[in-house]
T-cell receptor
Framework: GENVEQHPSTLSVQEGDSAVIKCTYS??????FPWYKQELGKGPQLIID?????GEKKDQRIAVTLNKTAKHFSLHITETQPEDSAVYFC?????????????FGTGTQLKVEL | DSGVTQTPKHLITATGQRVTLRCSPR?????VYWYQQSLDQGLQFLIQ???????AKGNILERFSAQQFPDLHSELNLSSLELGDSALYFC??????????????FGEGSWLTVV
């Protein structure tokens, strides 16, 4: 089955700096890669996703890049703000007619310091 | 608010007992997913239902079962509970089961503590 590795496990940045979180996946057939933000006591919230036919996607301060050959994808957050502090999870799935089960990375605790 | 509703939010029960977690998907969503989040295992996929039928299965224990009803709400039944079943259980939903990939929205979770 799919295996997703995520690094780093913790990340501390100064407000205004950029943050980068990296993930690798094992199943070359995976074609959908979402990123979720989880705040304390809440459920994961989708912040951005990318499909395998796209190399990069951007939404305001958040961007995701995908390298299918190397089987890795990254989340980039620019101009970080204190409210960006949370746990971020990457995930991968092979969406087929049989389902869409996400395999999650182990999470990155991002702390944005003033 | 994702639109996915889960009840109860917190539940404390004893070992050997049985509990039922309930989920109402977002309006219009046909697929329901159940995930377990624990400190040692992270976020693990348990099972998916699409329009009442089981569609995908993950590492769900035989002591656990789920179903999706005609009104599309879903229930996760956990029986013969063990201390290790203590975790946050998330329900999620998406519009449809398709090959194009679709956004999966998570509820706020049901926190289960087995004592």
């Amino acid at each position: 089955g799919e295996n997703v590795e995520q690094h780093p496990s913790t990340l501390s940045v100064q407000e205004g700096d950029s943050a980068v979180i990296k993930c690798t996946y094992s199943d070359s057939a995976s074609n959908y890669f979402p990123w979720y933000k989880q705040e304390l006591g809440k459920g994961p919230q989708l912040i951005i996703d990318i499909r395998s036919n796209v190399g990069e996607k951007k939404d305001q301060r958040i961007a995701v890049t995908l390298n299918k050959t190397a089987k890795h994808f990254s989340l980039h957050i620019t101009e970080t703000q204190p409210e960006d502090s949370a746990v971020y999870f990457c995930a991968a799935s092979r969406v087929t007619g049989g389902g869409n089960k996400l395999t999650f990375g182990t999470g990155t605790q991002l702390k944005v310091e003033l | 608010d994702s639109g996915v509703t889960q009840t109860p939010k917190h539940l404390i029960t004893a070992t050997g007992q049985r509990v039922t977690l309930r989920c109402s998907p977002r309006s219009g969503d046909l697929s329901v997913y159940w995930y377990q989040q624990s400190l040692d295992q992270g976020l693990q996929f348990l099972i998916q239902y699409y329009n009442g039928e089981e569609r995908a299965k993950g590492n769900i224990l035989e002591r656990f079962s789920a179903q999706q009803f005609p009104d599309l709400h879903s229930e996760l039944n956990l029986s013969s509970l063990e201390l290790g079943d203590s975790a946050l259980y998330f329900c999620a939903s998406s519009v449809a089961d398709s090959n194009s990939g679709n956004t999966i929205y998570f509820g706020e979770g049901s926190w289960l503590t087995v004592v």
